[in-house]
């Protein structure tokens, strides 16, 4: 197992969790899994960042949350995008896109 | 949106964080057993699956506090925490409470309803229409300011002024006699034109007010004000077409107009300006006023400017100049100045208040020092100490002006019941709005200034030594010198104006009123008569009431001493006159026993006789200081002079007569008591060349026994010539006196408590101080004394500090006292600003008191047993 996954700065995992999400609602647990999925296994969310995250992006006003029935009718948190959380989700991602541009510029550089 | 939600859920956990708690450990263990359940499918043996997923979540207290901080109260919660503590702390302490409570409740309510008043009186605009245009004109002519308008004048005003968009003359407070419901009385009157009430933009309450045709015509009907509805009718819903009796006539009730007491309060009747009566014709009777609404743009200089061209252009007026006041000036401008100084007053307590409080809450918070020390060294965050001592505080705060707001409501409402001081626009006294947002910002300047003790404690906690069980405080706070310096500064400022207000008010009543005020009765005579039958009938009532074995002697006179006097001019025979420029003095129409009743000594010459009569020569007697500003170290006995008697009501035949001057009596002070006597002269009524008696007199009965017990044989006697003669105002002269002192002696009584307050404040804040200073010294104290140091030289030691302060507190007071003085010299009588006596009886009573509140603290610490002392780490 990559025991070197790489340390996600704190706004990165924000913009994952929100992209997430905008795939439709989950609980915790399932937000982590379905990172991993759509990393294609290169990225794992630790539960100690994970859920400090959704807490203090629940306090942004960009996700919900209420109480839900799980796959296997357990009772879970579901958290779900709120409209400011769609809208923050386009601002971090060209922010992102403008950041990686640029850096990759610098890094090839020979 | 979802953020509202979010808030609303966390402000719900603020009563079910438990609740809060258990969800968040549930969704934590949802995960682990997904995960568990997760790591059973990869193969995983049981206990390594469940460890496994434990061991992801690392530090799962940590995540829950996390969580709980998020969703939890948060500040909301440690908020009320700190309330509740504060609560439960305050509860304990009752006694200190109590005594934080009621010094800031003091200072806070004291300031509010000074500030109400300043407010209500001062800065509340006039409540009619675009009342910052209404302006009241006056004239100035030669030596005289402030000299009303004439009726000529106020006909050129209106047809050539260009500035206004309204002009209103009237003429408040004359007196109609009358009857309502079988009950005669005096009413008062005020007299207006078509234009006043439309310029005040103030409209009927019911019925109608005069038709423009009605200002014509002297007759009724009459219309009222609310106040006479209300009283005189009950607030009859059928009022309009009712029938009173005014004037000998049955009159019906037109209209009610609403009350204006901002302008002319306590108007019973709205009567019509005639402009066809003969005294409205004659340019040199100024008595109208008359008040003016400037067009939006103008400016009142150009306004006066203009005004005063259109008064030049009338006879005899070359020198004449228009003045335009503020309305409210006008009305207010005299209690400018006191409420001014109340108001410093009031915030000089309250800065005391403030220290007192800064240096209990100091005192309190030593005491919990180590408290403080044994939380920080737990691991406790500095801040959140800060934040729970700072509520507690903030508690206090919120509880003292609760008890201050509820304080000023109730004084203000007493100010306004009870009329107290006299002040204009009195009626409107009440708290409102801009007052609560004052109090308010005092309330949290005070809680700033009391979050600055904690934070200052906090720098100083030393927690070795807080641990140990000593002195946790490092160094003595030099905070302590400043209180006392500032609270002896602003306790002299107080002590020395209340010296001067009360040095004045001695000043006043024991100042020479010119006449004998005891055993005096007077009372208000309004008839119907308007010419020479008036004579006859004052001179039956005088008759039957100088019979009565109460009586001495008794007389009736237009002026009231200390009250008020109309105007007159005169002519000399002996001199050159300028029509433009006419000697005015104050003139007074009396029967013959005027002097002997009122008890005016007689210098020169003689006093009336009953010859003195209409076939007689015209007499006139004059008052010393007439006759020093006339006759200068001459005689004037038997020199004559002219009068011209002005006012409305008087009649002019023309050429005003010769009189000759046949006495000269001593100075009364006819307008004030604390103004100067002018120039004054008196003639027999009898003698009045127009043929008309005033219909309204002032009756003066000197009495053998206690004047009030003379009342009702006076009245009887009176009743007895006319069963329907109304008989008004029946009042002591003493106690008319005393009315007229009304204002002076409400700043008096309210900056003397100022005064009072500040001293006592101030002695506990100076005995507070030093007993604490002296407590954190007592190891220091032990030494000394185990090495050999006398009682008396402790002694000599802290008081000799403690002095010194108090010493550069009374300089620095005596140099305020100074400014505050000069800024009070209108209220002062016959004393001047550097006052001795205030001063030095200021000073010896601080000191005294300063002196004693520093000696006992001193002397118990001083006696203090040395093995003890040093035992007490």
């Known amino acids: 197992m990559a025991k070197q996954k790489p340390e996600l700065p704190q706004g990165t995992l924000d913009m994952l969790v929100l992209k997430a999400l905008s795939l439709g609602p989950m609980h915790g647990y399932g937000i982590g899994q379905r990172i991993r999925q759509l990393a294609g296994d290169m990225l794992q969310v630790e539960e100690g960042t994970l859920y400090p995250a959704l807490y203090r992006i629940e306090g942004r006003g960009w996700i919900e949350s209420e109480w839900g029935v799980s796959g296997n009718n357990r009772r879970a948190r579901f958290y779900r995008l709120t409209k400011s959380g769609r809208k923050q989700l386009a601002v971090e991602e060209s922010q992102w896109e403008h950041l990686s541009v640029a850096i990759n510029k610098v890094m090839q550089a020979t | 949106m979802a953020k509202l939600r979010y808030w609303l859920r966390r402000v719900q956990a603020l009563w079910s964080s438990q609740r809060v708690h258990d969800e968040i450990a549930e969704e934590m263990r949802f995960h682990i057993e997904e995960r568990t359940a997760e790591n059973l499918r990869c193969g995983m043996p049981a206990e390594e699956a469940l460890r496994e997923a434990e061991h992801r ?507 008020r006097a109309s105007t007159a001019t005169i002519q000399f025979s002996d001199r050159p006159n300028d029509p433009a420029n006419p000697a005015s003095v104050e003139g007074c129409w009396t029967s013959t026993d005027f002097f002997r009743s009122i008890g005016v000594p007689l210098r020169r010459g003689r006093l009336f006789s009953p010859h003195d009569n209409a076939d007689a020569v015209p007499v006139v007697i004059i008052n010393q200081a007439l006759a020093n500003k006339y006759w200068p170290n001459k005689d004037p006995l038997g020199k004559r002079i002219a009068i011209s008697y002005l006012g409305p009501g008087r009649r002019n035949t023309g050429q005003p007569r010769f009189r000759e001057i046949v006495g000269v009596v001593g100075d009364v002070k006819q307008k004030a008591l604390d103004l100067p006597a002018l120039p004054a002269l008196y003639m027999p009524f009898y003698q009045d060349e127009t043929h008309h008696v005033n219909a309204a007199m002032n009756l003066f009965v000197r009495t053998r026994v206690d004047p009030r017990a003379a009342s009702a044989t006076v009245r009887q006697q009176v009743l007895q010539v006319n069963r329907e003669q109304p008989l008004d105002r029946m009042q002591t002269m003493d106690d008319a006196l005393f009315a007229t002192l009304a204002p002076r002696r409400f700043s008096l009584v309210l900056l003397g408590s100022f005064a009072a307050l500040a001293l006592v404040l101030c002695a506990i804040g100076i005995y507070g101080t030093i007993a604490f200073v002296l407590s954190q010294r007592t190891r220091e104290f032990g030494i000394r004394i185990a090495v050999g140091a006398a009682r008396t030289d402790l002694l000599s030691m802290v008081l000799k500090e403690g002095m010194l302060l108090v010493g550069a507190g009374l300089v620095l007071g005596g140099g305020l006292a100074v400014f505050f003085g000069r800024a009070m010299s209108n209220l002062l009588f016959a004393i001047s600003p550097f006052d001795p006596l205030a001063f030095v009886s200021a000073v010896i009573l601080l000191l005294s008191v300063a002196a004693v509140a520093c000696f006992v603290p001193a002397w118990r610490s001083s006696g203090i047993d040395p093995v003890k002392a040093l035992r007490a780490e």
């Open chain 2, 57 to 563: 979540f690392g530090h799962l207290t940590r995540i829950r506090e996390q969580g709980y901080e998020l969703r939890g109260g948060g500040w909301m919660e440690s908020l009320l925490r700190d309330l509740g503590h504060g609560v439960r702390l305050l509860r304990r302490r009752i006694g200190f409470t109590l005594a934080a409570s009621l010094t800031l409740a003091l200072g806070i309510g004291a300031n509010t309803a000074v500030f109400s008043v300043m407010e209500s009186v001062l800065l509340r605009p006039l409540p009619y229409e675009h009342a910052e245009r209404l302006y009241v004109v006056r004239e100035q002519m030669a030596q005289q300011d402030n000299l009303r308008v004439s009726g000529p004048d106020f006909e050129d005003f209106s047809q050539q002024s260009r500035s206004f968009e309204f002009l209103s003359s009237s003429l408040p407070y004359f007196t109609m006699a009358g009857a309502v419901n079988g009950n005669p009385r005096t009413f008062t009157v005020a007299g207006v034109d078509e234009k006043f009430f439309p310029e005040l933009g103030v409209k009927p309450l019911m019925g109608r007010m005069y038709r423009s045709e009605e200002y014509h015509v002297d007759s009724c009907p009459m219309v009222v004000s609310a106040k006479f509805w209300r009283e005189q009718l009950n607030g009859d819903p059928h009022v309009i077409g009712r029938v009173f009796q005014l004037a000998g006539g049955p009159c019906e009730i037109a209209g009610v107009m609403p009350d204006i007491p901002d302008l002319y309060p306590n108007i019973e009747i709205w009567a019509k300006m005639l402009p066809e009566l003969e005294f409205m014709h004659w340019r040199q009777n100024k008595f109208l006023t008359v008040i003016v609404r400037l067009k939006p743009g103008i400016f009142p200089q150009q306004a006066e400017q203009e005004l005063t061209r259109i008064l030049r252009q009338g006879d005899g007026q070359a020198e004449v100049n228009a003045r335009l006041l503020p309305l409210r000036d006008e009305l207010v401008g005299k209690v400018r100045t006191q409420l001014i100084i109340l108001m410093g007053s009031v915030l000089l307590v309250l800065v005391i208040t403030c220290m007192n409080m800064i240096y209990l809450l100091l005192a309190r918070m030593s005491g919990r020092a180590t408290e403080v020390a044994v939380r920080l060294s737990l691991g406790a965050r500095p801040t959140r100490i800060l934040r729970q001592l700072v509520t507690e505080n903030l508690l206090l705060v919120a509880i003292g002006s609760g008890l201050g707001i509820a304080l000023a409501f109730n004084l203000v409402r007493m100010v306004r019941h009870y009329n107290l001081g006299a002040i204009p626009r009195g009626q409107q006294i009440a708290m409102n709005g801009p007052v609560l947002i004052f109090s308010m910002v005092v309330a949290l300047l005070l809680s700033i200034a009391l979050a600055w003790g904690p934070y200052t404690l906090l720098g100083r906690i030393n927690i070795q030594a807080g641990l140990k069980g000593g002195n946790a405080i490092s160094g003595r706070p030099r905070y302590f010198r400043t209180l006392v310096l500032s609270e002896v500064c602003c306790a002299t400022v107080l002590l020395v104006a209340a010296g001067l207000l009360v040095r004045s008010f001695w000043m006043v009543q024991h100042a020479d009123p010119g006449f004998t005020p005891d055993h005096l009765l007077t009372a208000y005579v309004r008839t119907n008569y308007y010419s020479a039958e008036g004579a006859a009938y004052f001179d039956r009532i005088l008759d039957l009431v100088s019979h009565a074995p109460e009586v001495q002697s008794a007389a009736f006179a237009d002026c009231y001493p200390a009250g």
